[in-house]
């Protein structure tokens, strides 16, 4: 059984910073992409970035240069770097691990929420 957990969220003041972190647990058998998706309020969820083996491989157009995406294997970490934070990154955040060929091989977090707000 794999499950994410997410943390890292809360309340951050525009231009501030913010960590997410991702804790699998489990085992993820083959290559997979560890993903940070978000959804806005009535919105449609997002992918913000992707990570393959080879490092971050996607970052959306509206938070490139501001966030960063990493892992650690060992650590069964995923986390997703924030800066710069601005209003419209207010949303819920959740951690996905998807198989990079197999995709109905696909778990997901619950969510944690970034509300940015001054």
């Known amino acids: 059984q794999v499950q994410l957990v997410e943390s890292g969220g809360g309340l951050v003041q525009p231009g501030g910073s913010a960590r997410l972190s991702c804790k699998i647990f489990g085992d993820l058998y083959g290559s997979y992409f560890k993903n940070w998706y978000r959804q806005a309020p009535g919105k449609q969820r997002e992918l913000v970035a992707t990570?393959?083996?080879?490092?971050?491989?996607y970052y959306a157009d509206s938070v490139k240069g501001r966030f960063t995406i990493s892992g650690d294997d060992n650590e069964r970490m995923v986390y997703l770097q924030m800066n710069s934070l601005q209003l419209e990154d207010t949303a819920v955040y959740y951690c996905?691990?998807?198989?990079?060929?197999?995709?109905?091989?696909?778990?997901w977090g619950n969510g944690t929420q970034v509300t940015v707000s001054s």
């Open positions: 990570l393959a083996g080879v490092g971050p491989v």
């Open positions: 996905n691990a998807r198989h990079s060929i197999y995709h109905a091989l696909d778990y």
